[in-house]
């Protein structure tokens, strides 16, 4: 009983630790939690709109996580087109239920950062018995820049790679056949590997390749002979039985969209613009506090989303002395499998073809070989290229940047082996003080200061405030047509409470919108009026800021039959007369 009470706190200090650190890499998110977000208007309005309806779903009833009748109306929207985020966004939703889903959104990314850090420290205390590894390990996994990157774009789902170090570790021990808890490892990696996919379809169609080359290198240098243990094939059986039903639930809307065309191939010169460089590894992030300007002005950091990769120094120079020590750790076979799964996740991000500074490398062509091409110089085609070609589903994913993270998760288990390497030849202060320097490093490494300027206050306009005083629950289309997908107008949807012909379509389109859209880009031109009827919409808002002779459009849009209701700011809303 003590050793059980002894471990839950020690673990509510380590989460609380995290705690306090989210706290101070946030800052001075902390103190607007129900009123701003971090990064400006973006995918985290999606993600908040997302945490409001995931707390209709379950709390209020109104309706299944996987579609929304809101969206894309009169059609209704499903969510999977787009990542559905579940594991990720619903305790966002449990928090927005009091206090509101803006709170909601900020409180569920936090807690990405939280459990990330500690499940990064569970992972390697379990490896290596070091207190001060772990931590460090976490520290490094819960901040790196490529979390803080998503923390500034929105991405809450991308955000929520908390379950990685939980299913690597579940899988290493099924790998090490752990005499102890033997069935753990397997319930451990089943369940982690289907709130991946609860999680995000990137995440998991990219977890499901890394863990093949994971095992394989494992088996490799680490030996064939565990395949002859009974236990270790009782707990791969553990794994399939738990595993294959949580997948199934959690990919089974993708398939049907797929089966149905929805979710459609991709151009490989298309997926290729969201490649990395080899330099996105090793440059620090352009928010660092003290490096970042000088890596903005000497660098093309545009991709900065999607490639903001740092693997960090503290890091680097722990790796070197993890691998100068595997033989006396023991930890041979792991050390090499960790860095066969970070060189193969280090060339995948590198996209279809090799990329330098942000730009496509391209090569001459020898000269008697230009007729047979047709060009006098190519791109340097990589790997992925072939996989993108012939891998079933390989050609959905658009960037291929992402799978950078796997580079920086098996590069902090290996920083996480090299500190306990050190560590462990230090005795008492000595030891506590080198793993506090090391954490005081890996912070200074990768803190970005403040973001006191990143603060974005969310609150409603005053048409938002107007079409929530109107009565019943008429329709809202907004024109020009394009910003039915800016993420505030989505966002709003929570805040008026009416059916919005919109959402976010920008990864696959519904059929509804790919049919009407051609039509009301043309707005006002009496054909999308007439489609504007025929899909019942009642309430049509133009941003008057958006057209150069506002007077002719209003002229047109009276000609046609329509009525201008009010006059909110830059927007005038009309409405079809009785």
Not at 130 to 139: I, Q
Not at 394 to 404: E, K, P, S
Request: charge should be neutral; aromatic fraction near 16%.
């Amino acid at each position: 009983m003590r050793t059980l009470r002894g471990n839950l706190l020690r673990h509510l200090g380590v989460l609380l630790f995290y705690t306090a650190l989210t706290l101070a890499f946030t800052y001075p998110l902390v103190l607007h939690l129900s009123d701003s977000v971090l990064g400006g208007t973006g995918d985290n309005l999606y993600f908040a709109w997302l945490t409001g309806w995931y707390e209709h779903a379950f709390f209020d009833g109104g309706g299944h996580p996987y579609f929304s009748e809101w969206m894309n109306y009169p059609e209704g929207w499903n969510l999977s087109t787009t990542d559905t985020a579940l594991a990720a966004v619903f305790p966002g939703a449990l928090f927005s239920h009091f206090f509101g889903p803006i709170a909601g959104y900020n409180l569920a990314m936090m807690l990405t950062f939280v459990l990330s850090g500690w499940a990064m420290y569970c992972w390697v205390r379990h490896l290596t018995h070091s207190e001060g590894a772990a931590l460090l390990a976490g520290v490094v996994f819960a901040f790196l820049p490529f979390r803080m990157a998503k923390l500034l774009i929105g991405h809450l789902n991308l955000a929520a790679t908390q379950w990685f170090p939980l299913f690597f570790m579940g899988l290493t021990g099924i790998l090490r056949n752990e005499a102890r808890g033997w069935w753990q490892p397997a319930v451990l990696a089943a369940v982690s590997l289907g709130l991946i996919g609860f999680t995000s379809m990137y995440y998991l169609y990219m977890v499901l390749l890394v863990a093949l080359v994971f095992v394989l290198a494992y088996l490799l240098f680490g030996g064939f002979s565990v395949l002859t243990k009974a236990a270790f094939w009782k707990q791969v059986g553990i794994f399939i039985i738990l595993a294959v039903p949580l997948l199934y639930l959690s990919v089974q809307y993708f398939f049907n969209l797929a089966a149905t065309g929805t979710i459609t191939s991709r151009d490989w010169e298309y997926a290729s613009m969201y490649s990395a460089s080899p330099t996105d590894f090793f440059l620090p992030s352009t928010d660092h506090f003290l490096f970042g300007r000088w890596v903005g002005s000497h660098f093309n950091r545009d991709l900065w989303p999607e490639a903001t990769l740092y693997i960090g120094l503290v890091t680097l120079v722990l790796i070197g002395y993890a691998v100068w020590r595997r033989k006396s750790t023991g930890s041979g076979p792991l050390v090499w499998a960790a860095l066969t799964v970070a060189l193969a996740a280090f060339i995948l991000a590198l996209g279809t073809d090799l990329h330098w500074n942000a730009e496509r490398v391209m090569i001459a062509v020898p000269g008697f070989l230009q007729p047979l091409l047709g060009r006098s110089e190519t791109p340097l085609f990589l790997p992925t290229y072939w996989l993108f070609n012939h891998l079933p589903f390989f050609d959905r994913m658009r960037a291929l940047a992402r799978f950078g993270l796997f580079t920086n998760l098996f590069t902090t288990l290996l920083a996480g082996l090299g500190a306990a390497s050190v560590l462990q030849r230090l005795k008492g202060r000595w030891q506590m003080g080198a793993a506090a320097a090391l954490i005081a490093l890996a912070l200074f490494d990768f803190y970005p200061g403040p973001y006191t300027e990143q603060l974005t206050k969310i609150e409603p306009r005053p048409l938002d405030a107007w079409l929530a005083a109107q009565p019943g629950d008429g329709a809202v289309a907004m024109f020009p047509f394009e910003q039915v997908q800016d993420q505030i107008n989505i966002f709003a949807n929570l805040m008026h409470g009416k059916p919005f012909i919109g959402g976010l379509f920008n990864a696959y389109q519904p059929p509804q919108y790919l049919n009407i859209r051609p039509t009301l880009d043309q707005f006002p031109t009496p054909q999308a009026i007439d489609l504007l009827r025929e899909l019942e919409i009642t309430y049509i808002v133009v941003d008057t800021t958006a057209y150069g002779d506002y007077p002719l459009v209003e002229r047109e849009l009276e000609g046609n039959g329509l009525i201008r209701l009010t006059e909110q700011g830059q927007y005038r809303v009309y409405g079809f007369g009785k």
